[in-house]
C-alpha cells in the first residue's frame, strides 16, 4: 500500500464529504485550533450531573432498574451466592499450605513466579504447564502463584482431629 498526500483540509468551513475521500482512506487530524494540550482532560473542572441515591432508585428508566428486572449482577441473588463460595474457597486455597519448589520466569506467563507444591490437592496441575515440567508432583498438588502471594515462614502442622463424644 502506498501513501501519499492526496489533499489538505484547509477549509474550516467545508464539510468533509466535498473532498475526495474514498474508502480505506486514512485522515490524519491536526488540532490548530490554540486549544492548550490537555486542557480538556482535567476532569475536576468539568460540571457534573449528580443525583441522589433515593432519587435514582426510583427512576425506572435506570441501570439501576434495569438490570434487578433482569436479575443481573449483584441483583441475582444465585449469582452472588456462587461468587462467595467461590471467593471463599480462593481464601481458603490462599492459606493453603505448600512448599516452594521452583522461582523464576516461565513461559506461560510473564513475570516472576513460584511453582509451590501444596500439602492437600488444591492445585492446578502436576508441575507442568502446557507441556513443559517445571517440577515434580501429584497431580492437582501444583500450581504457579505470584511472590507477592507467598507467606515464609517455618509454620507449624494443622491439626484437624475431631474430638469425639
Same mark, same amino acid.
Given at each position: 500500500?502506498?501513501?501519499f498526500l492526496q489533499n489538505t483540509l484547509d477549509d474550516d468551513d467545508a464539510l468533509l464529504g466535498s473532498y475526495p475521500v474514498d474508502d480505506d482512506c486514512r485522515i490524519h487530524v491536526v488540532d490548530s485550533s490554540g486549544a492548550k494540550e490537555g486542557a480538556?482532560?482535567?476532569?475536576?473542572?468539568?460540571?457534573?450531573?449528580?443525583?441522589?441515591d433515593d432519587a435514582?432508585?426510583?427512576?425506572?428508566?435506570?441501570? *439501576?432498574?434495569?438490570?434487578?428486572?433482569? *436479575?443481573?449482577? *449483584?441483583?441475582?441473588?444465585?449469582?452472588?451466592?456462587?461468587?462467595?463460595?467461590?471467593?471463599?474457597?480462593?481464601?481458603?486455597?490462599?492459606?493453603?499450605a505448600a512448599?516452594?519448589?521452583t522461582v523464576g520466569t516461565a513461559?506461560?506467563?510473564p513475570g516472576y513466579w513460584?511453582?509451590?507444591k501444596?500439602?492437600?490437592?488444591?492445585?492446578?496441575?502436576d508441575g507442568s504447564v502446557n507441556g513443559k515440567r517445571y517440577f515434580e508432583c501429584q497431580n492437582k498438588y501444583g500450581?504457579?502463584?505470584?511472590?507477592d502471594n507467598i507467606t515464609v515462614g517455618d509454620f507449624p502442622e494443622e491439626n484437624y482431629e475431631v474430638d469425639e463424644m
Open positions: 500500500m502506498t501513501s480538556f482532560s482535567d476532569l475536576s473542572t468539568v460540571e457534573k450531573y449528580e443525583i441522589s435514582y432508585e426510583k427512576k425506572s428508566d435506570s441501570v *439501576r432498574s434495569f438490570m434487578k428486572k433482569k *436479575r443481573m449482577g *449483584r441483583y441475582n441473588e444465585e449469582e452472588m451466592a456462587k461468587k462467595e463460595q467461590e471467593e471463599a474457597a480462593q481464601e481458603a486455597k490462599m492459606e493453603a512448599n516452594a519448589i513461559d506461560f506467563k513460584v511453582g509451590v501444596y500439602d492437600e490437592p488444591l492445585g492446578k496441575h500450581a504457579f502463584v505470584k511472590p
